[in-house]
Structure formats: structure tokens, C-alpha cells
């Protein structure tokens, strides 16, 4: 629905029947799917891109501070002016979809609901909407599933005949956006061909997220050097400030105690090198049921706690890889090793994001309080999928958020090193796990909590299973 495209004269003819022929099309039920995915905060500024008569608008005015309503079609635009003149916080655009009238990093979140299958150019429309999004901003899209109902592009003016959703998930990350979720609506769009045969159509309407990249891995890399040298509050890639309390300045409100939860034996049997520097946010060992002969992965290793007290565990029989991107955690860790004459317990530098194993090579995988470190959680569950086997284990302690926050939260430097601004909405975080293709997915709360920029925050712990027999 932009000026360039081949559907504005198609919704310029029809706006002013638009809203009933809408609703037979798709429903209020997509509107809200796409809303529940924005975890909105009533200080955003949002953009409704492609927004037809205010469908959407409609539901983003009463949540938001300012909503952008832009459309290339004049007569719906006007339309749209009329439904939507009970809200003072909106500001209208008539706008080619390829080139915004707003600046560029202005925005909390971009909306286009049903927009870009009518788009010539699918990919330079994600990306000119992903450059109007401030660094940890989000995008969130609804449109068809693809399909082969050709007579749409004559009868409603499509240039799409929907979309593959692998192919949705890559524009969206050649874009620049992380932690990328293609999901069901649960919804159809209905169609009734008017021409000679009287096809129909019901195809099914997905929702996409996606965040964009805050580049915060230097910073971080760089805190955790720092503390593995005994320079900060004594933390690990694999732990945050514990037990002291967090106060982020301007960026949180109130603070989070961070708590590790191991017992007074636990931390006795390993060296103390990695018991005084790696207490994290929970304890996945306790809840790992590790068995003799098993092997295991540590994603953010640190100072070795969770790797050792696993060794344990698995015996000599079994094996343990630490993973950590820090090399002075690295070295730590295996001074640890050394000093405790663990045999079964290998130290490798690598990323959450790609791993240094082998596929289907790991029973169980735990992680504590490092995954909120990594920008692009969904490559980080990827690659956990990818190096379990099949019944393989997901055992992890993270920090997630119990609302919306501002992106604004998630550019602290600090804040990430602090295991608070690359926290996720728990509802997304687990969102991420089930689409890597884990099932029986469980969360918990664990023993870390607090409140950041005042939105609770706190630590769970998530299990999942990699499927037997993979689909």
C-alpha cells in the first residue's frame, strides 16, 4: 500500500468499503497476536506502517505515547483520519512504505500488519522500517503464509502470494534483527474470488518479530575480562554481582540481588578459584539429574563452578566441556582444573551463538546467567538443538523480564555486563527455546530477582528436551 506499488489503486477504490471487506478477511484476533509479541510500554513510539483505514492504529493509540499512522493511499488514509479521531497521540503520514518520513533510529517499535505482500520490494521495505528503529527496537509483522491462489493478485492487487517463513526469518536478519520469531496466529485470511469459478481461499497469517542488533558484545567481553582479573565485584561470564545489590543509575530502579543458590557443600568440593568467582544467578546442576557417563556443555563456563560440580556428577565415565568467549575466564578455569585434578573437564573458547562441539554430540546442555549476555538468543538455542542428541537435555538459569522496558534499557553498557539489559520478556525468552525445536519446555523461578528501570526482573530456571525422533 504505497504510492510506487501496484496496489494503491486498488485500496484507493476501495477505502471507503475497506473496513467491512477487511472484516471478513482477517479479524481483531490478528491485531491482537501481534500486539501480545511488541511487549509495549506506555512511553513507546511506534510507527504503523501500510496502516490501511487504522486497524491496528486502533489498537496501538490507547498502549503507546505516539503512533505514526502511514499509508500510501490517499483515500485510505482519510478513512483512517475519521476512525481514528477519538485519540490525540497519533500523527499522520501519506508515505511510499520504501522511503519513511521519520528519522532514522526514532522509533521503539514498527507495525505492518497485512502490508507486505502488496510490496514490490519485501526486503527494502523491512529494512527501511528496521532504520527507523532506535538499537534494541522491535519489529513486528503480520501477513499471509505462502500459497498458490494466483487469482488474489487480480481480484485484491497482491504482488506476493504470501510468504515462505525460513525466507520471512532470513530478510529479517539480513536486515540487522536478532532474536527473529516466525509464530502462528492461529488465524486464516478468508478470501471469495468474484471472477468465473468462484474460488476460495483460506491461508493461514503468521507473526514476526524481531529486534535490532545493539552490538553489545565488546562491552561485555571487556567487563568480564575485567572481573576474571579480580577487577570488579568478583562475577563470571556465568554469574552476575552476587550477593551484593545492582543499582544501574538511571538505567534501574531499585536493583537485583543476584543469588547463585549453591549449598555450603557444593561450593566446598570444588577449588576455590571457581567457587569465589562464579556464583550465577540460579544452580542448573541441581536440576540437571546428571548421570554417570554423560556428556555435558557449560555455555559461559567462567570460573568453572557449574562445569565441576557437573564433572562430579557424570564421574570419570562421563565428560564435561566449558565454553566461554573470555580467555582470561578461560585460563582461570583451567588453573581450577589443574589445581583439582579434574580429568574429565575440557576448557575451549567459543560463542554461544557457535558452539565448539560437534552435532549431536552432548546429553545435557546448562548454561547460568549467559544467555541474557548474547544478543541473538535464538542462535544461541540453535546451537544448542544442534549439539544435543536426540533426548538431549536444555538445564538453564537466565534473568528475564516480568514486563515490557524501554529499548533505551537495553543500550547500557553496564547494564548488559550486569545481566539486566539483555534480559528478555520471560513469554519471548521461552518463545525462543520452543522455536529452536525443543519440546516439554518448563520455567520456573529460581533465586535471583529484583526490579530494573521499575519491571520486575528475575532469574528462572527453563528445561527442555530435544525430540527423539526429530520431524
Not at 545492582?246 to 543469588?259: K, M, S
Not at 549467559?370 to 542428541?389: P, S, T, W, Y
Amino acid at each position: 500500500m504505497t504510492v510506487t506499488n501496484p496496489s494503491a489503486e486498488y485500496f484507493d477504490s476501495v477505502a471507503d468499503r475497506w473496513d467491512s471487506l477487511r472484516s471478513d478477511y482477517f479479524t481483531e484476533a490478528v491485531r491482537h497476536s501481534a500486539i501480545a509479541r511488541a511487549y509495549l510500554h506506555p512511553e513507546m513510539v511506534v510507527a504503523d506502517v501500510g496502516a490501511g483505514t487504522g486497524f491496528l492504529s486502533a489498537g496501538l493509540a490507547p498502549l503507546v505515547r505516539r503512533v505514526h499512522v502511514i499509508d500510501g493511499a490517499p483515500a485510505m488514509l482519510e478513512v483512517a483520519r475519521k476512525n481514528l479521531a477519538a485519540f490525540g497521540n497519533l500523527e499522520f503520514h501519506q508515505a511510499d512504505g520504501l522511503s519513511l518520513p521519520l528519522p532514522d533510529a526514532g522509533l521503539d517499535a514498527a507495525f505492518a500488519n497485512m502490508y507486505l505482500h502488496h510490496c514490490p520490494d519485501p526486503l527494502a521495505a523491512i529494512q527501511e522500517m528496521v532504520r527507523t528503529l532506535r538499537p534494541g527496537g522491535r519489529l513486528v509483522l503480520t501477513d499471509m503464509d505462502a500459497h498458490d491462489h494466483a487469482w488474489l493478485k487480480q481480484e485484491m492487487a497482491d504482488v506476493w502470494l504470501g510468504f515462505d517463513r525460513a525466507q520471512l526469518r532470513a530478510w529479517f536478519e539480513q536486515a540487522g534483527l536478532v532474536n527473529v520469531i516466525v509464530d502462528c496466529t492461529g488465524e486464516a485470511c478468508q478470501a471469495e474470488c468474484q471472477g468465473a469459478g468462484q474460488a476460495s481461499a483460506a491461508i493461514s497469517i503468521f507473526v514476526a518479530t524481531g529486534t535490532k542488533r545493539v552490538r553489545a558484545r565488546e562491552a561485555v567481553q571487556a567487563a568480564y575480562a575485567a572481573r576474571a582479573l579480580g577487577a570488579a565485584c568478583g562475577c563470571s561470564d556465568s554469574s552476575c554481582c552476587t550477593p551484593s545489590t545492582i543499582a544501574l543509575d538511571d538505567v534501574t530502579a531499585g536493583g537485583v540481588r543476584f543469588d547463585g543458590g549453591y549449598s555450603p557443600d557444593e561450593t566446598a568440593s570444588i577449588p576455590s578459584e571457581a567457587a569465589e568467582i562464579s556464583l550465577g544467578c540460579g544452580n542448573p546442576t541441581a536440576m540437571a539429574n546428571l548421570r554417570p557417563g554423560e556428556a555435558v556443555l557449560d555455555i559461559g563456563s567462567g570460573g568453572g563452578i557449574d562445569a565441576f560440580l557437573a564433572a562430579q556428577r557424570v564421574g570419570p565415565t562421563g565428560r564435561v566441556l566449558g565454553v566461554d568467549m573470555t580467555p582470561a575466564m578461560l585460563q582461570r578455569a583451567r588453573r581450577a582444573a589443574e589445581a583439582g585434578g579434574y580429568a574429565n573437564v575440557t576448557f575451549r573458547h567459543g560463542y554461544a551463538e557457535s558452539l565448539p562441539a560437534e552435532d549431536a554430540s552432548i546429553d545435557v546442555l546448562l548454561s547460568n546467567c549467559v544467555i541474557n549476555l548474547a544478543e541473538d538468543k535464538a542462535a544461541v538455542f540453535r546451537e544448542a538443538f544442534r549439539v544435543l542428541r536426540p533426548g538431549g537435555r536444555l538445564e538453564i538459569n537466565d534473568m528475564v523480564f516480568g514486563g515490557a522496558v524501554l529499548p533505551s534499557l537495553r543500550t547500557s553498557a553496564e547494564g548488559w555486563s550486569e545481566c539486566i539489559s539483555g534480559a528478555l520478556p520471560e513469554a519471548e525468552y521461552l518463545d525462543l527455546v520452543k522455536q529452536a525445536g525443543f519440546v516439554d519446555v518448563t520455567a520456573r523461578r529460581s533465586t535471583s530477582a529484583g526490579q530494573a528501570a521499575g519491571v520486575p526482573v528475575y532469574s528462572v530456571q527453563v528445561s527442555g528436551k530435544k525430540p527423539r525422533a526429530e520431524s
